[in-house]
């Protein structure tokens, strides 16, 4: 072979081998992207499963444990009032809108119901609003429920970015009542983990 042929034949297989290599990255994007959808389908697929279990252990929870259902219930509506604050006129507010759910107990000894002289809402401008709580049951009778709550509430500073605070509650419910017996917040629950699990 000449020189001449040699560089013609070099010359037509760098496109070639172009042409070859982008077909090969072009299929693997397609795998990755079909993987991607693949796994994405069946993340989808599994959220929906533990929302159609949760549901299920909801009915579960209303049948077989309704005091403790009627506790969730009435402690979800106690948060709302207590941690959906977006002024200082709403703050002092709380303790009077709370009190039909509780019993004198609790408006007397509960840091809930204490009135705040140096009006710190006022003083930070803090907003904050009540998200969810999380029941956690330690046992239930036909005269009493007890159990722990965390209370999942996010609050900001003017346009700053919500930041979420867990408050943690010792509580007790007495079904024949309908009232709350308990309610002290013991400390706040900070959650360290990789974001990446959650």
Same mark, same amino acid.
Do not use: C
């Given at each position: ?64 444990? %309704? ?32 009190? %039909? ?73 007495? %079904? ?23």
């Amino acid at each position: 072979m000449t020189k001449v042929t040699k560089k013609i034949v070099l010359i037509w297989t760098i496109p070639v081998f172009l042409v070859i290599g982008g077909l090969g990255f072009w299929l693997a994007t397609q795998v990755a992207v079909k993987t991607h959808q693949t796994t994405a389908n069946e993340l989808a697929v599994q959220q929906s499963k533990l929302i159609n279990k949760k549901a299920k252990v909801g009915t579960v929870l209303d049948s077989k444990q %309704p005091n403790v259902s009627a506790a969730s219930t009435l402690l979800d509506k106690l948060f709302t009032l207590d941690w959906t604050i977006a002024s200082q006129k709403e703050f002092d507010a709380k303790a009077k809108q709370m009190t %039909p759910y509780v019993n004198q107990d609790v408006v007397k000894n509960s840091l809930d119901f204490k009135a705040d002289p140096d009006k710190m809402i006022t003083q930070t401008g803090v907003v904050m609003t009540y998200d969810h709580m999380d029941f956690l049951p330690t046992s239930a009778s036909a005269t009493e429920v007890k159990g722990k709550v965390i209370v999942f509430v996010k609050s900001h500073l003017k346009d700053a970015s919500d930041a979420t605070t867990r408050f943690v509650y010792n509580v007790s419910y007495n %079904p024949k009542t309908n009232l709350v017996t308990q309610l002290d917040r013991i400390g706040t629950y900070q959650l360290q983990s990789d974001s990446s699990v959650l």
